[in-house]
């Protein structure tokens, strides 16, 4: 259960999270080119969560 008055919603209705870190990098190989990517933690009012990210 998240505490609702620690969270502070926008207009919009989105929260701001802030990366806190990363925790790997990896680069994957097509044909003509390499497309990098770092798997970010990310922290907010929720905890914490983990996506890929281009770099």
Known sequence: VIESDA???KE???V???P????GRVMKKL???EISSV???WGGPAGEYA???LE
């Open 39 to 41: 798997k970010v933690v």
């Open 12 to 14: 919009n209705l989105t």
């Open 51 to 53: 996506t890929w990210e």
């Open 16 to 18: 701001e999270t802030l």
């Open 7 to 9: 969270i502070q919603v």
């Open 20 to 23: 806190l870190r990363i925790e």
């Open 31 to 33: 044909r003509n080119k």
